[in-house]
């Protein structure tokens, strides 16, 4: 209750002054930077100086969360909806919408899959997105970006009177010509994508300020995830990758500063989730296929797509337990999530998680749905799976390992995947401070909306990241609880925990560890 009350003192004290004082030159911006893959360990003072410094002047969060399944989509999703992919159902970069196709994934990286499970189930993301929030109050949101078509038309689906740049195509559409008159043919993609990342960071400086005068604009860099994929943690084109994107950002700074604007521009630096080297071969379709069988239209009973298991005949509870007593033997599985496990309530009359079930899949020796926050009604699969992990560092001394196939790569449930990278620094941020608060991908949305003076719709479930605003609460008054919570099969020889941090009731998966006997 202090918290809160200091909270509402302090911001209505800060809107008193507002008009006190004299009007700046610019109106106040917000620039939400996602460097795609970056791990809050690279940033160091001699391979990313600018953002190092950037975060000296501003604030350094070391608790940032992705988003689970730890890949791209979802959390730019996460990212622009304030929430969970319970909520807003883009639950994988590959997903299984079977209005679009019954029996295989589609892979949202590409636009044209997301537009068609648009179409055809009616709705993409079932809340809200920053974009749409911000029009309905006459403001705009501009995406830039250097990833692939799919993730930028996430970031602002229905563009309205905002817009979406990207090498492929603009939204609107009739924004082509103005912006090929500005900056420009596309360069092709390379790696790293420095073109292509240049000519993002371009769209913002060269085009969008001036010419579409945004309220948020939201960049996204293909780097370093593009090379590291390839070429692996710690390799030097993969360091080079990081160099050029921080080289990017220092041109930010450097242009904002000389128009003038620095002082009045918000600038957000985050990654939609960490990263590890792969190690091993988990083969999720080759371990369930011993239990599909066919449908009468001769195609699989059952989908996999990426870590999440469908089972397109009726609920078979039986053989749900066998594939996920299967998998749960295999050493390259981590963490299995399955709905969670509901008791009836004689009380009420209806069903509902007991509280102290919560944690518990409906199989035994599985979290829930909900731990994951993964749970949607209308688009959620019976399991979830993601790889195992270890800390173990790879041949360039960067520790953590998947056993997925590859090189590198994210996605699990790992704290190197989850942990990902959150630094600010502008007119409403704290300076040269640090913040160990756990803070997440969600929180990001709310958090805009509040610095824009916007109330937080109720769809949003992350928080405002009040404690790092020079307007907010000090650190010291936020509550930070830590809970492990461990499920096991009868047997005891697979055992899962998660561990979790809650912040004013908003809990966060740290990560998950699984111990065979
Ligand atoms: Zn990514």
Redesign the pocket.
């Known amino acids: 209750m202090r918290v809160v009350l200091a909270a509402i003192g302090v911001s209505l004290l800060a809107a008193s002054t507002l008009h006190l004082r004299a009007q700046p030159a610019h109106p106040r911006t917000h620039l939400v930077i996602v460097v795609?893959?970056l791990r809050p360990d690279s940033v160091t003072a001699e391979v990313m100086p600018r953002l190092t410094r950037l975060g000296q002047r501003g604030i350094v969060f070391t608790a940032h969360h992705s988003v689970f399944p730890t890949?791209?989509r979802v959390?730019a999703a996460s990212l622009v909806t304030g929430t969970y992919p319970e909520s807003h159902g883009l639950l994988g970069n590959d997903v299984y919408v079977p209005s679009v196709n019954a029996s295989a994934a589609l892979d949202t990286g590409e636009r044209k899959n997301l537009e068609a499970v648009a179409r055809t189930d009616g709705w993409l993301l079932g809340v809200p997105t920053l974009g749409e929030i911000l029009q309905r109050d006459g403001r705009t949101l501009l995406a830039v970006s250097s990833g692939s078509t799919g993730s930028s038309f996430l970031l602002n689906p229905t563009a309205g009177t905002g817009a979406v740049i990207h090498a492929d195509y603009t939204l609107p559409p009739e924004l082509g010509a103005r912006v090929l008159a500005a900056l420009g043919p596309a360069p092709p993609h390379a790696t790293p994508n420095d073109p292509q990342n240049q000519r993002a960071i371009d769209a913002y400086l060269k085009f969008g300020i001036e010419q579409l005068r945004p309220d948020v604009t939201l960049m996204w860099l293909n780097d370093p995830?593009g090379t590291a994929h390839v070429n692996g943690l710690g390799a030097p084109l993969t360091r080079r990758s990081l160099m050029l994107v921080d080289a990017g950002i220092g041109r930010i700074e450097d242009t904002l500063r000389s128009e003038g604007r620095l002082d009045q521009t918000n600038i957000i630096v985050t990654s939609?989730?960490g990263f590890s080297t792969e190690t091993g071969r988990l083969m999720l379709s080759a371990l369930v296929a011993p239990f599909v069988r066919k449908m009468d239209d001769g195609s699989p009973d059952v989908v996999v797509a990426e870590g999440a298991i469908y089972l397109r005949s009726k609920t078979d509870p039986a053989r749900m337990q066998s594939i996920v007593a299967a998998l749960q033997r295999r050493p390259e599985v981590g963490a299995i999530f399955t709905q969670a496990r509901r008791l009836f309530d004689p009380v009420n009359a209806n069903e509902r998680p007991a509280h102290d079930k919560l944690f518990d899949g409906i199989v035994p020796g599985t979290l829930s749905f909900d731990v994951a926050r993964w749970g949607n009604r209308a688009r959620s699969g019976d399991i979830l799976v993601s790889a195992n992990w270890s800390h173990a560092a790879n041949s360039a001394g960067v520790p953590g390992t998947t056993t997925q196939e590859g090189v590198a790569g994210?996605g699990t449930s790992s704290p190197y995947d989850i942990h990902n990278t959150l630094i600010a620094a502008g007119p409403d941020f704290r300076e040269h401070a640090t913040s160990e608060i756990p803070t997440g991908n969600i929180d990001l949305a709310p958090t805009l909306l509040q610095l824009l003076g916007l109330p937080v719709p109720q769809t949003m479930t992350g928080r405002v990241i009040r404690e790092a605003l020079r307007a907010g609460p000090t650190a010291a008054t936020v509550r930070v609880d830590r809970l492990a919570e461990t499920v096991k099969t009868s047997d005891g020889s697979y055992e899962l925990t998660a561990h979790t941090s809650v912040v004013e009731g908003h809990r966060y998966l740290d990560y998950t560890e699984v111990v065979r006997h």
């Open positions: 795609d893959g890949v791209t959390n995830d939609d989730h994210h």
